[in-house]
């Protein structure tokens, strides 16, 4: 009995490090990010993997092996599913209101706009998309950038009576202006 706790135990010890190792080498390619803003007692937390271009087709269409087909669901980002995470309700252009809490973020890119996904699932890989658990979803404008971005970076703009979440790859800019209620 004694020897069978001690394989078990090993199993499990060699798993873990076998899971930890596997995660610390994926992020070498894709490291963690963080993308934040505070406007008073608003704070709003985006984390996220920045994966980067080298040298690849990124948006296009899948039959020209674009990393990211126009019209799919991505995981905005690489790794784990990106985080968003909201201290006080925000609402969109559209009239959407966003409720203060946590969500992943996933987008369907297009040409012209995107489609952005605030889903209820978190703590998920990337990969594993549940569309019943889409909580809200807006779109976003995107336009072509003359220079290019290597790594993919999440940040965020304050204009005059809005903020606006920039999400930046390739040649690709995707602006998705909100408010903050209350």
Request: glycine share 6%.
């Amino acid at each position: 009995m004694k020897r069978v706790f001690i394989v078990v135990a090993i199993i499990i010890v060699a798993s873990v490090i076998v899971l930890v190792g596997l995660r610390i080498y994926t992020k070498s390619f894709s490291p963690e990010a963080e993308a934040s803003f505070q406007q008073g007692d608003f704070t709003i937390q985006v984390d996220y993997c920045q994966p980067t271009k080298k040298e690849r087709l990124i948006f296009g269409k899948e039959q020209d092996e674009a990393l990211v087909p126009y019209g799919k669901v991505w995981r905005t980002g690489a790794n784990e599913a990106t985080l968003i995470e909201l201290s006080q309700p925000i609402t969109f252009m559209d009239g959407q209101t966003l409720a203060a809490g946590r969500y992943s973020i996933f987008t369907v890119p297009q040409v012209d706009e995107w489609t952005i996904i605030f889903n209820e699932e978190t703590g998920q890989w990337g990969t594993n998309y549940d569309e019943v658990q889409n909580h809200l979803s807006v779109t976003a404008s995107s336009e072509a950038l003359e220079e290019e971005i290597e790594s993919f970076t999440i940040s965020f703009t304050e204009k005059a009576n809005q903020i606006d979440l920039v999400l930046r790859w390739d040649r690709t800019k995707v602006v998705l202006p909100f408010k903050v209620e209350g």
